[in-house]
């Protein structure tokens, strides 16, 4: 028994981890994974519609597998599919469609990062009596005591700078190299737990509305 060229075909599916889309809009499969199968199929499959965005769903929503294999097989029940990658989708509701930094806030976190730093490393320098110890150098070094020693001072504040420079690797917008600075690795573990939490918080409320509904 020959098999029907739906029944022939295999799609792979791989979820993005994270997407944005605008509030009351209709979430379709494109929008939430990326499909590798025939170019028509493809274009079908696409515009499957998967959840109409409402004002109770929030900030957040949380797109599953299932939700997508259950649609697939409604479109096309005989069609072959291959999944990859993260088991869901986390949707970020935003009415810009996109997430832009706020510029007062970012001013703001700016300023308070700058001045908050300077005065860390003042309050340390302070601390371990840094000008004394300079001074001491200096007189060890040159048999000479000096009450301001700029020949020690001045390379030293502009090896704090270079120090700064290659601990972030970044140069304004450019990259010295490949290799992440230890703030992006921080932000993006920071940025993986919120979702982690995110998401067992989503699927607990599925688990909740799920049994509210078999109850009833």
């Given at each position: 028994m020959e098999r029907s060229n739906t029944e022939s075909k295999v799609v792979y599916v791989r979820?993005?981890?994270?997407a944005v889309v605008r509030p009351l809009s209709l979430v379709t499969l494109g929008d939430v994974a990326r499909l590798v199968t025939d170019d028509d199929l493809q274009k079908r499959l696409k515009s499957v519609p998967l959840h109409r965005i409402t004002p109770k769903d929030g900030n957040l929503l949380l797109i599953d597998m299932l939700q997508v294999v259950k649609a697939i097989r409604t479109?096309?029940?005989?069609?072959i599919i291959e999944t990859f990658g993260e088991p869901h989708v986390l949707l970020e509701i935003s009415p810009e469609g996109e997430v832009k930094p706020r510029m007062f806030v970012l001013v703001l976190a700016w300023l308070l990062l700058f001045f908050g730093s300077g005065m860390a490393m003042m309050n340390f320098?302070?601390?371990?009596?840094m000008p004394q110890v300079q001074r001491r150098i200096t007189e060890l070094i040159t048999g000479k005591a000096q009450s301001h020693p700029w020949l020690f001072q001045i390379p030293y504040s502009i090896g704090i700078g270079m120090g700064m420079l290659l601990f972030f690797n970044r140069l304004l917008r450019k990259r010295l190299n490949d290799e992440p600075n230890p703030l992006e690795v921080e932000m993006f573990m920071y940025?993986?737990?919120?979702?982690h939490y995110v998401i067992t918080e989503e699927y607990s409320k599925k688990h909740e509305d799920q049994a509210g509904e078999n109850r009833d």
């Open positions: 979820m993005r981890r994270r479109e096309e029940p005989g069609l320098h302070a601390d371990v009596n940025q993986e737990n919120v979702n």
